[in-house]
Nanobody
Framework: QVQLVESGGGTVQAGGSLRLSCVAT??????????MGWYRQSPGKQRELVAR???????NYAASVKGRFTISRDNDKNAMYLQMDSLKPDDTAVYYC????????????WGQGTRVTVSS
């Protein structure tokens, strides 16, 4: 099994920045992490893709965050990051870490989420 733990959420004013982290523990060898990604869910909305990154570093972004958010990973640390700049109130959501899938397909492992609130 793989456990994913997110951190870095909080409250920030519009235009500000936050950096989310996700660390994987447990059975992380044998490439079980594969591609990793960030998803978010706002109240009353379905969970949506934010960005994904392959184990080789290729990326896939949602149109709404392209140019403002940057996804990265450190395979040696089993960690993934999301640098969020120029934040907007619409970015307010619980952000979830995902692993075990492919670049365009979510995996089976999920974190518990970290809340991001952007005030206007």
């Amino acid at each position: 099994q793989v456990q994913l733990v997110e951190s870095g959420g909080g409250t920030v004013q519009a235009g500000g920045s936050l950096r989310l982290s996700c660390v994987a523990t447990g059975d992380t060898f044998d490439r079980k992490l594969l591609a990793m990604g960030w998803y978010r869910q706002s109240p009353g909305k379905q969970r949506e893709l934010v960005a994904r990154i392959s184990d080789g570093g290729r990326t896939n972004y949602a149109a709404s965050v392209k140019g403002r958010f940057t996804i990265s990973r450190d395979n040696d640390k089993n960690a993934m990051y999301l640098q969020m700049d120029s934040l907007k109130p619409d970015d307010t959501a619980v952000y979830y870490c995902n692993a075990g899938g492919l670049l365009y397909n979510e995996g089976v492992y999920w974190g518990q989420g970290t809340r991001v609130t952007v005030s206007s």
